[in-house]
């Protein structure tokens, strides 16, 4: 299955789960580096704003603040 999302659908927007996957490793890897997206979405905007489940795990906080690269 993944092998064919890779092939024919590389970036999806799945409506049940409101969420959008990425599928080759090297959008992946584009994503991670866009500093509009990041590894974390809290540098553009509120946990309200992004409808997060959960706040930040303070273990995390870290990694969060080396900020996107």
């Known amino acids: 299955m ?3 999302l890779r092939e024919e659908t590389p970036l999806f927007y799945e409506d049940e789960l409101e969420r959008w996957f990425v599928t ?3 959008d992946v890897r584009a994503c991670l580096r866009d500093r ?3 590894r974390n979405f809290r540098h553009v905007g509120s946990e309200d704003e ?3 489940a959960e ?3 303070p273990r995390r906080q870290a990694f969060c603040d080396l900020g996107p690269r």
């Open 36 to 38: 509009r997206l990041g």
């Open 50 to 52: 992004f409808a997060a």
């Open 24 to 26: 080759r490793h090297a």
């Open 2 to 4: 993944l092998a064919t």
């Open 55 to 57: 706040p930040l795990d």
